[in-house]
């Protein structure tokens, strides 16, 4: 299969979609009329940009409401056809894609269109031209993919064939049976959109919505299966209508919407038991066990209340690195890593973004297959500067510029090879913080998508189901993606607003990253009485909260332990869950504690109460 992307998909002017599309590695492209339209040049001048960008055009689209119309209309659609044809010789481009008509003067009958496709397919072949035709989701009488074969199949014309566009067919749940009985060489184009659930009309669900396979809740797998039981070789092409899109970068996209096909189309290969002519092997996703440690670049002045805080959370300096300025802090199972260097990677990262996580290392089953299908998805390698005798850890660019790296049985040695044990500071009180339950990363509303590609795709993590929380300042977004045992959960969070904290966090560190860490005890109670003894400053939550807690069948005792130690509640049939939060640091970063029995969530129902306690005591005021 060859792959390509339409112009539609992305942001800006003509020429600069076309040189993002080239950035990101397409070598075939779908020419959006509205695109050509706009752009100040002639569609010679478009031919050049596209043949020096390497790029080839497959497709000039859309030509709208052509088939099944009366006399004069019809004649004057041939004429306009005529014309679109000229265009399509000039820019050297030879299918047009033919949609299903919407015009209120359309006459149906699967022959009467047959007959216009017919006529339109000797007038294309004496140009050298094809035409395809795409049942809309919205058509007026063709709408959907077995009417459109239909046509297509009494038209009985080599330069008549089928365009298949997955959005069209799966938001209308059409049979995907019918596909695998379509000869391929019928197929002239196939058309690739993931869209989430919504409960809307499809012609704005399709305009405004669409997304990258993988990114949304369509079974774009199976259509791909289907598609792949026909035997088809030829175009696979995304076309994604999406105001993200259209408001985020352009390079972006077109990196993401190549990473996704890549993603699809290994996907399939497994499904079709190995190997597909033209599709690349992937290796594995990454199985991910955990968090080995969480990396923060600090400076002098924020580095001792740092530790303060820590040592009240339990925590014990560990180690010191045996060359640089970047100390180990311990407790249970999880590992904090304070990079206070003068320069190198968390120096830079600290100039640019204030002192904040700078990287997230993750326990992976195998760190360089890892690598090898981060590379192979596109994915940004990063290799920093590492002492005499250190051990070299394979590193990604993440979120906001941080580094992910990966760390694996040969990096199973890293605290002893790199790091100098730390006995001589006496004994901290452990708090019982036993593992990282979950990390919470803020990021611009137009990336999370992105994030939520590099993840699934890289790693053995699903997503779950998008919620939306109330903050004070607007909704934010949340998307978490987790292992199925829980070892890795990582929540995605944005807002369209600027007066979440989320989106004050954003202002405030000048990128994305994250915004809160949160630890796993097995007695919340235990650890919260040990972190108020030691003075940590915790998240005050309203009396009104645990009134409301009653409702829950919580005994009144246990309610009035919740209320004396700030900690919020939830229950799940028999699973329950309990968090506590400290105040905020510098830009809005904070920890939090949780006790998880059985629970699989992240106690979505207290969210709103812990964004209005937060509001209340954030540093700044939230802008008007
Ligand atoms: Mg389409
Ligand atoms: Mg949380």
Redesign the pocket.
Known sequence: MQTAIATVSIAGTLDEKLEAIAAAGFTNVEIFENDLLSFNGSPADVKRIVADLGLRIVTF??FRDFEGLPEPQRGRAFARAERKFDVMQELGCDLL?V?SSVAPDAIGGIDRAAADFHELGERAAARGLRVGY?A?AWGRHVNDYRDAWEVVRRADHRAIGL?L?S??ALVRKTDLKAIRAIPEDRIFLV?I?DAPLLDMDYLSWSRHFRCLPGQGDLAVDDFMDALQATGFGGLLSL?IFSDRFRAGSARAVAVDGHRSLLFMLDKLRRHAGGSLPGVVALPNRAVCHGVEFVEFAVDDSFQPGFETLLRGLGFRRSGRHRSKTVSRWSQGGVNLVLNAEKEGFAHSYLAAHGPSVCALALRVEDAEATMARARSLLDQSYTGRIGPGELRIPALRGVGGSLLYFVDHRSAALWETDFNPVSDEGETLAAGLARIDHVQQSMPYVEMLTWLLFYTSLLDVAKAPMLEVLDPGGIVHSQVVQTADGALRLVLNASQSRRTLSAQFLDGIVGSGVQHLAFATDDIFATVERLKAAGVDLLPIPENYYDDLEAKGLASEEIDRLRRLDILYDRDGAAEYRQAYTKSLSEGFFFEIVERRNYAGFGAVNAPIRLAAQTRFARRPPPI
């Open positions: 689209q859309p894609l949609c795409e809309l365009v566009d959005f069209h058309q959109a076309e």
